[in-house]
Structures are given as structure tokens and as C-alpha cells.
């Protein structure tokens, strides 16, 4: 049982607020995780144009000092578990990375349920601030006619610089995360069903209908290809939460019932929450992430075969482009190449080599499977989302091995010049191996990964040739 001194707090996502939750923390009294006195509602305006996600989380820490959760210096005054639905994750994220990175021991927070959460992201989020969105979303109060919450949104949109800077801050900057089973126990529930009926427009490949499935993990590491140092062109950073926090995947469940099933007496979610916020011990919580893991894996396979891999594992990348100044370089391509194992030299494959015609086939193909599903950011163009369907990607794989034998699949980028004066070092944009069909060094993570987001962060050298030095004057 979870502490009688414990408080739980639900946060709600964008555009919602505690309304919604009603029945939730209803079902969490009866199931014995707190009382009315216990459980408590955090609301923020999300459709204020203006605020951001900044305030919020510093709204959030002053509210919980003024009601006296947290001592004033933000240190422990109860436990808190911390149940959120969608944006509601990156609210907590920030909140725990801002107060509490560098003291985790004083931390208040046990227990994080994420429902449907948009870790990285959401592709209904720069719908929302179109004009249709604003009409459907927008707020309607005289005096902030039409506000969706812009910079919330923006946020929230699919490759954000958002969600890379909290990335590198929560997830990257520590040798050890604090998500894991003797710290902050982290569990994130998300159903694999798309809208029906009249919301079934806005529906997309891998989500549930609002966030991307792959996309609701933290499971990522990060990918850095220099492609101003040919010596040393390719970088693994790995993190060290990829393997201690829970992840389901729930069958029959889409955005939005997956909390409306509070509205039942009984039920998957009601249960796997209760269950999570009482987690007393670390080998409870190892139990308890054996119990997720077999529960998606049995949602996957019973969606096995279903038409058009609506229901496939998917993998989500996160690519951001620079300069060796690390500017940003907004107007960029990049293109994907398949070469016999054998070619390759110094994690490069030399351009002089020429493909032979199953090459060139395999090569369009796992380009168009690598580009199926792109997303730019709409105010930083030197972000880009790709999506993959690890279904087709692990059969194009297969196809490779039996028609080329051990084979690597290369990255290249092209970035044009600026003007006539201002341009990028084209020589040194080779073909940089990012696969291995063998498993290479077995100190490098493989590419693809089920159900993650992988961050590629590419940087080239910019070069001008409007700057001279010479005895004679111009």
C-alpha cells in the first residue's frame, strides 16, 4: 500500500482541464490510492496564447508550495505520485528537470503515471493552430477570441526544439536517470486504437489517434553524424533510462477512452494505475515492467495481420541540422543508401563506388520507407520527424540480406549554398554508415528499435569565400 501520508496529483493535457477527470480520481479513492483530501487537481490554462511552458511549470511549483505539498525551498513534504494524460508529460518532465535535476534526493515525487503521453511529440498539435483548429479549439472568451495556446503548441508539434533541449536535459545530461525503480518510478500506459467516427479525419500512422505511440517513450538514444570531420563522422550517446521505466500498450483503447474507462467501475487502465501508484519496493516495480511488456506484446500480436500494418511498431527519429557554429541550417536533404558490406572503408562509403541495379532498387526502397512519414517543424526548419513502420523496414532488411548478403545502409546530406559567396563543404557530405546488417561493434546500439525515438543531430561545415587577406588592397 502506498503511503497514508502520500498525495496524488492529476494533471490534465492541452485544451482539457480537471473537469475531465472526475471519474478518475473517483475510481483512485475507491481503489484505495488516496482520499478526497488526498487527491488533487492541477489545472492550467493551455489555450492562453501566451503562456508557456516555462510558466507552467512555474506556476505549478508555486501552487504546490502556497498549498503546502512541498516545503518552501521545494524540498519534500509528503510523497507525491503524479498521474497525467497527454501534454501533461512534458509538464511534469520540465517540472522535475527544473526543481530537482541537480537535487534529486529532495525530490517529493515517487510515482509518475503517463497516460497517452506526448513525450516527443503529437502531429495534431500545428493542426491546432491553423484557423480550423483555432475554430474547433480555439477559446471564445471576449478578449482572447480564437486562442489555442500557441506557444504551448508549438511545444508540443512533432520535431520540436522543445522536446530536443528537454530531451538533452532530462534524458541525456545525467550518467544516471531519475526514472527508475529506487528513484522516480515511471510508468506510461498508451492504447494502439486510431478515432473512429467523425474524428477518424485526423487520424495518422502510429498513434492513438492525438500522440505517436513511439513517440510517448522516453526510450532514446541520440545519433550525432559530423559531417565536417570525416575522421570522425558517427556518435552514439546512449541513456540510461531506456531500460528502467514501464511501457504498455493497450488494445481497444485510443486517446481519449483511455480515460474515459475511468467512467467504468472495472477496468485495464483503472487497474494498471491503482497497481502502479501502490509500488512499494524496487522488485515490485521490475515485476510489475515484466507485466507491461507481456501486455503489449500480446496487443501487438493479436493485431497481427490486420490490413495496410495499421496496427505495426513503429520507430520514431528526430533530425536537426547545424553548422560547426551549431547556427541552424534550415534548407537541407537528406537520402538513404543500401551497399554491400564489403565497400564500406572507415564508416564511409565512398561515393566513387558505383551502385550495381539491386543496389539502386534496394536503396530507393529503404529511402521511401525511411521518408514515408515526414514532419518540419513549422518555425525551426532544421528540425525534421520521420516516422518508420518497423514491420516493412524489418522485411526490406531480410529482402537485403538475401539479395546482397551483409549490406550497410548509409546516410547523406545536401545542403546548397546560401549565395554565391556563402556555402557548404560538399566534399565532406559522404555516405555515413548508420547500419550494419552484421550488429558491427556490439558497442554500438543498432538503428532501429521498436517503440523509441532516436535523435540524429547532423552538422556541417559552413564556408564563405567573402572574407581575403592579401598585400594588395581590393
Known sequence: MANTHTHTLIIHGWSDCSGSFVEMKKRLEENGVGTVDTILYADYESREDNITFNDVIDGLHSRLIEKELINTDGSKKFDLNIVIHSTGGLVVRHWLWRYYSDRIEECPVKRIVMLAPANFGSPLAHRGKSFLGRLVKGRWKIGDFLEVGRRLLDGLELASPYQWELAHRDLFSKEVSYYNKD??????????????????????????????????????????????????????????????????????????????????????????????????????????????????????????????????????????????????????????????????????????????????????????????????????????????????????????????????????????????????????????????????????????????????????????SYVRISKDPK
Not at 507481456?294 to 490490413?307: E, H, L, M, P, V
Request: charged share 30%; net charge negative.
Open 183 to 464: 528513484q522516480i518510478q515511471l510508468t506510461i500506459l498508451t492504447g494502439i486504437e486510431d478515432y473512429s467516427g467523425v474524428r477518424g479525419w485526423v487520424n495518422k500512422p502510429g498513434t492513438d489517434g492525438t500522440i505517436v505511440i513511439a513517440g510517448s517513450s522516453i526510450d532514446s538514444v541520440k545519433l550525432k553524424l559530423d559531417f565536417s570531420d570525416p575522421d570522425t563522422p558517427c556518435e552514439w550517446t546512449e541513456t540510461n533510462t531506456a531500460h528502467d521505466f514501464s511501457f504498455g500498450v493497450l488494445a481497444g483503447l485510443d486517446h481519449g477512452t483511455i480515460v474515459s474507462e475511468f467512467e467504468k467501475e472495472r477496468g485495464r487502465i483503472i487497474d494498471l494505475t491503482t497497481e502502479a501508484l501502490k509500488i512499494d519496493t524496487p522488485e515490485q516495480f521490475t515485476a510489475y515492467q515484466t507485466k507491461l511488456r507481456n501486455i503489449t506484446n500480446t496487443t501487438y500480436n493479436a493485431y497481427a495481420g490486420r490490413a495496410n500494418n495499421k496496427y505495426s511498431r513503429y520507430q520514431q527519429f528526430i533530425v536537426h541540422a547545424m553548422d560547426d557554429h551549431g547556427a541552424p541550417v534550415d534548407d537541407f536533404t537528406i537520402e538513404f543508401y543500401v551497399y554491400k558490406a564489403n565497400k564500406e572503408e572507415r564508416n564511409l562509403v565512398d561515393d566513387r563506388k558505383y551502385f550495381n541495379r539491386t543496389e539502386e532498387d534496394l536503396s530507393t526502397r529503404f529511402h521511401r520507407e525511411m521518408m514515408c512519414e515526414v514532419h518540419t517543424h513549422s518555425k525551426d526548419k532544421s528540425y525534421r520527424r520521420l516516422l518508420v513502420n518497423l514491420n516493412n523496414m524489418n522485411a526490406l532488411i531480410e529482402k537485403a540480406k538475401e539479395e546482397l548478403g551483409e549490406f550497410v545502409i548509409c546516410m547523406k546530406i545536401f545542403v546548397p549554398s546560401i549565395d554565391k559567396g556563402i556555402y557548404y563543404d560538399l566534399d565532406s557530405l559522404q555516405n555515413v554508415v548508420i547500419y550494419r546488417s552484421d550488429g558491427g561493434d556490439e558497442n554500438t546500439p543498432s538503428l532501429f528499435f521498436d517503440n523509441t525515438t532516436t535523435l540524429i543531430e547532423l552538422e556541417v561545415d559552413r564556408r564563405t
